[in-house]
């Protein structure tokens, strides 16, 4: 089967590659030359374990192609998807649609014969109609069903995720498209992957429900972890006591510093604005967002309380700053907020993270980036533990002890159990575990 990618970002590429896998012939295609042109040398804009595996194989097979144009390869394609992104829009934190629409306007025109068009990214309810109608007034005589078809793709395990999903969401008006995308999907059979059909906008709901539900299931453990501090409770065990009831399930019940990502911030907060502009507002959503925004700025107060009230003058190590391992993905990590609220309060920070520290250094100012964690971790008055990194688990205690200034450990992701800690002579302090 003939597929376009009109996006060649993080979904578009990822989706793109993958099709390409299951025996696909997939074009991937992107506006911005200089991507189009190193994706043709092999060389892959973003961090994502076994992408560039996926990319270069499926390149040397001829089945994944790049192109900085629309015409030919979506003239040929049978089905075209939209991946441009959603940012949010400055001001209003509504989900800007200005590439989504241009894409539109600009496929109408070179579409040939019956077309599926796909929304994949991340649109609020009735973007497809508005797709759909874009599409007829660019060119009355395009022949196209728009389709709904949202990803759930997780950073860091997008492969796993799209090969072996959970679920495939397909919103279809028009009986037609059907097929088509049972096409798409069919070398996913093999997997039991659920196809489920239903409306276009309530797969376009699917997609945020989904999101901000987790937000919420995420947001829900990390205040039951204060309340666990506050009564001497230990919320792993909560976790994992709810979680064994399949009505809840144990997954997303990991308490940490608050959820970031180029996702949940995003997505919870259209969504509380769609629901506001119908009326219907979404109070449970409403909350989740306020309560991780403040999350994220109370974590650099806990840090300064473990350290003793004033930290003017102290040096903190941080070691992670992506809002999660696996990625180099700084967008809304919390790791943003526990720099300022730190520097705020007098203190200097150090840090290292794996993949993130070029990107960090657009969200960040006087922050020293170090080698690795012990050369971080010098002198400093306290180590916290800000993303949970592999590399993370095993440190160096005595080591570590040796170059530090006072041996504190401030573990926001519980990735350590006390006793092992302070059997190398240190303070331990994490997330809603007794003291
Ligand atoms: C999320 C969803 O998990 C995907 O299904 C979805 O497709 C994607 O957003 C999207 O809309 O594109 P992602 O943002 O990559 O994926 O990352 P997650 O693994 O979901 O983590 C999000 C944040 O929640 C991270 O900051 C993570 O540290 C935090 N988290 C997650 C917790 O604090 N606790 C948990 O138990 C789980």
Redesign the pocket.
Known sequence: MRIAVVGSGY?GLVSGACLADFGHEVVCIDSDVRKIEALKEGVIPIYEPGLEEIVLKNVKAGRLQFSTSLEEPVSEAEAVFIAVGTPSRRGDGHADLSYVYDVSRQLARVVRGFTVVITKS?VPVGTGDEVERIIREANPNADVAVVSNP??????AAIE?FKRPDRIVIGVEDERARPVMTEVYRPLYLNKAPLVFTTRRTSELIKYA??AF?AMK?TF?NEMADLCEAVGGNVQDVAHGIGLDGRIGG??????P???????PK?TLALVKTAQDYASPLRLVETTVAVNDQRKRAMARKVARAIGADVRGKTVALLGLT??PNTDDMRDAPSIAIVQGLQDAGASIRAFDPEGMTAARDYMSDVTFAADPYAAAEGADALVIVTEWDAFRALDFRRLRGTMKSPLLVDLRNVYRRDLIEVHGFRYVSIGRPA
């Open positions: 979904v991340t990803e759930f793709l997780r950073e860091g995720d989904a999101n987790l995420i453990i997954k997303f019940l990991h308490a940490g608050g959820y970031g990502g180029s996702c949940f997505d809002f999660k």
